[in-house]
């Protein structure tokens, strides 16, 4: 109790010989129970509690990041509602290789008409090779 405890201040040592004050400073703050038998036990208890609590909050956070999963088919469905807006409106970029290969016949075009405004003189011997029948043809 306080008033069988000896009063202390700073300068003096605390006289560990005295059974009162010894037992006092090291008492055991759980009652008579031993700091390795049942303490251990509740402690290793709570901590199980513990660990149950976090497994159960993981678990439930688990669930609900399953339901909001990834959908494979989302993207081809985006595509295809872009797709039938394209016909709709009855869109050239629908059909990208058509649309490529319209640009490459004008390419062309356009390249065959500037090589014959360089090169009359040849246009017009490739045009007359052309009536001229080699061996074997028809």
Request: aromatic share 8%.
């Amino acid at each position: 109790t306080k008033s069988t405890r000896p009063k202390t201040n700073a300068t003096t040592d605390l006289d560990l010989s005295n059974p009162s004050l010894y037992a006092e400073l090291f008492k055991n703050p759980a009652g008579n129970a031993s700091r390795t038998g049942l303490n251990r036990r509740a402690k290793e208890e709570e901590r199980r509690k513990e660990l149950d609590k976090m497994r159960d909050e993981y678990k439930t956070t688990f669930a609900e990041q399953a339901k909001l999963s990834f959908d494979l088919q989302d993207q081809a469905e985006k595509m295809a509602r872009f797709e039938e807006l394209l016909r709709r409106r009855h869109s050239s970029a629908l059909y990208p290789n058509f649309l490529a290969a319209k640009w490459r016949e004008e390419w062309e075009r356009e390249k065959r008409r500037a090589h014959k405004r360089e090169h009359p003189q040849q246009a017009q011997q490739n045009g007359n090779a052309n009536s001229v029948k080699e061996e074997g043809e028809m």
